[in-house]
């Protein structure tokens, strides 16, 4: 039986993965930092899941990873799906920074973490949730889409690291477009807007395929390919919004 640890998983897409892996009979370890969300989720197959409650921005979180891994018996995929983004016009200071330390921080405790293990075990798949708001700098949310560059950026390069070292690493980073989950239940409204069941489907699709990035959905691969040719200077005056 295969065996995954979905970091963020008390809800949203992290979430919806686990159910798609279990329904796959994949044994998982599911972790977040609200417990009682997680002893709920274990409740459906109680044989097949193991919890633990964590905080990527704590340092404590890379021992907890460890506990979780014994508690399944070993790790052969590893995702990341805790992450946070708001809506920031006002430069709100402590949003710019939780962000950054939850989506950078954090993440590279996790992913170094689950990267050292792969490398000391023979290898194994390490899949990150970033998002296509990583494409370029939106003037709504400049934390969340530079802390989404970022982790474009990070994953790239262990990639390269991998090469390198002569690993048997594997990595996919999944970019989703908007996804109907507690993190846009700001009320405003997001278009194109995807049901969080379909997009954790698709992601696991992705994940078995080895797949190196995965935009979700095909819509969100066309909108990236032209955004992706537009000069900063014709960016700049794009208003790209939402109400
Ligand atoms: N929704 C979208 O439109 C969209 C689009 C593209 C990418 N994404 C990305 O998808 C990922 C999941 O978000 P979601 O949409 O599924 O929203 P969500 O339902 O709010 O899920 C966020 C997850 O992150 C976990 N998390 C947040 N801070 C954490 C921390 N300090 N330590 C451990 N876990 C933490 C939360 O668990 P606890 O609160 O229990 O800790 C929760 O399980 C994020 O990385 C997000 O950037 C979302």
Known sequence: MKRAIIIGATSGIGQEVAKTLLLEGWKL???GRRRFSLEIFQQIAPDQIEIEELDITQEEATDKLQILINKLGGMDLFLLSSGIGY???????????????TNVEGF????????TYFKENGGGHLAVISSIAGTKGLGVAPAYSATKRFQNTY???LEQLVHLQRLNIY?????PGFVATALLNDGKHYPMLMKADKVGYSIVKAIKRKQRVAIIDTRYRILVFFW??????????????TN
């Open 155 to 157: 994953i790239d390069a």
């Open 29 to 31: 370890g599911v972790a």
């Open 87 to 101: 809506q920031n016009i006002n430069l709100d200071s402590k949003i710019e920074l939780d962000t950054a330390r």
């Open 171 to 175: 990595f996919t980073d999944i970019r």
């Open 108 to 115: 590279i405790r996790m992913v170094d973490s689950a990267f």
């Open 228 to 241: 992706q040719m537009i000069p900063q200077w014709i960016w700049k005056r794009m208003p790209i919004k």
